[in-house]
Nanobody
Framework: QVQLVESGGGLVQAGGSLRLSCVAS????????MGWSRQAPGNQRELVAR???????NYADSVKGRFTISRDNVKNTVYLQMNNVKPEDTAVYYC??????????????WGQGTQVTVSS
């Protein structure tokens, strides 16, 4: 069984910074692509950033230049450094990862989500 657990969410003032973390654990053979998505009330879930095993990244236009995604392949952990946050960044942030399990399956797993609230 595979689990993703996020941490680091909370309340931050506009212009401030926050760092999210997500650890993958369980019967893992290899963690491929990892990423972050977010969902604000009344909106669809949207991609924020993703990163390949080799470190190639891509970002939503709305966060380019403000957010940075990174990963530690030894720790099976992905990070999202959020700088110069804006009220419109308020959402539940979800970690996801494409994982090959020890049993041979390949599927995308999701974390339970962590709330980020940006006050103006």
């Amino acid at each position: 069984q595979v689990q993703l657990v996020e941490s680091g969410g909370g309340l931050v003032q506009a212009g401030g910074s926050l760092r999210l973390s997500c650890v993958a654990s369980g019967s893992i053979f290899n963690v491929h692509r990892m990423g972050w998505s977010r969902q604000a009330p009344g909106n669809q879930r949207e991609l924020v950033a993703r990163i390949t095993f080799s470190g190639d990244t891509n970002y939503a236009d709305s966060v380019k230049g403000r957010f940075t995604i990174s990963r530690d392949n030894v720790k099976n952990t992905v990070y999202l450094q959020m700088n110069n946050v804006k009220p419109e960044d308020t959402a539940v942030y979800y970690c996801n990862a494409l994982i090959s399990s020890s049993s041979g399956s390949l599927q995308t797993y999701w974390g339970q989500g962590t709330q980020v609230t940006v006050s103006s």
